[in-house]
């Protein structure tokens, strides 16, 4: 079965670190594309940062440049999303979804929450 | 990068058609076929449903289709059934930079 499972959310203060990590099983996880989704309480889904198979190719939405780092690790069939500098608007459920094809997203894991609050 | 734009609610009866629509630009939903829809559940994570504008993964019913022409795309669901209660996003490729944008989101409710 095809699975991701995010892990590493939590509470943390404005101007804080966190660091999550998502893990694959059931697929070829380094044949796949791999992006971070996250959704604010309530609101609607917000594309974070996409990494390539290999892990050369990374982008980033506008609104977590500079902050966020993405990165995998194949051998551990994991991915990963260091998120410095965080602020309330940051404050969301972050789900890893795999890349089927460009621009389709199957499976998504059942996300971890982050919450930015002093 | 804006959103792309879809109706805040729809409602259809049970055996019912209903239509979401998802209006982006030039630069997202006009330039690519690259369009896909998900449902999601309260609490739950999406579920693809669409992709590619019109194709549909397997093991979702064949009572979901979608389409687009010029900048809008749109999701059909026919026969509603309680279950289809939930809601719906698009999403577009916007270009290898700016990446994928989301709709803001479509709540469905079945009368």
């Known amino acids: 079965e095809v699975q991701l499972v995010e892990s590493g959310g939590g509470l943390v203060q404005p101007g804080g670190s966190l660091r999550l990590s998502c893990a694959a099983s059931?697929?070829?996880?380094?044949?796949?594309?791999m992006n971070w989704v996250r959704q604010a309480p309530g609101k609607g889904l917000e594309w974070v940062s996409y990494?390539?198979?290999?892990?050369?190719?990374?982008y980033y939405a506008d609104s977590v440049k500079g902050r966020f780092t993405i990165s995998r690790d194949n051998a551990k069939n994991s991915l990963y999303l260091q998120m410095n500098s965080l602020r309330a608007e940051d404050t969301a459920v972050y789900y890893c979804?795999?890349?089927?094809?460009?621009?389709?997203?199957?499976?998504w894991g059942q996300g971890t929450l982050v919450t930015v609050s002093s | 990068q804006s959103a792309l734009t879809q109706p805040a609610s729809v409602s259809g009866s049970p055996g019912q058609s209903i239509t979401i629509s998802c209006t982006g630009t030039s630069s997202d939903v006009g330039s690519y076929n690259l369009v896909s829809w998900y449902q999601q559940h309260p609490g739950k994570a999406p579920k693809l449903m669409i992709y590619?504008?019109?194709k549909r993964p397997s093991g979702v019913s064949n009572r979901f289709s979608g389409s687009k022409s010029g900048n809008t795309a749109s999701l059909t669901i026919s026969g509603l059934q309680a279950e289809d209660e939930a809601d719906y996003y698009c999403?577009?490729?916007?270009?290898?930079?700016?990446?994928?944008?989301f709709g803001g989101g479509t709540k469905l409710t079945v009368l």
């Open positions: 979804a795999r890349e089927r094809g460009v621009g389709w997203f199957d499976p």
């Open positions: 990494i390539s198979s290999s892990g050369s190719t990374i």
């Open positions: 590619e504008v019109s």
């Open positions: 999403c577009s490729y916007a270009g290898s930079s700016i990446s994928w944008v």
């Open positions: 059931g697929f070829t996880f380094s044949s796949y594309e």
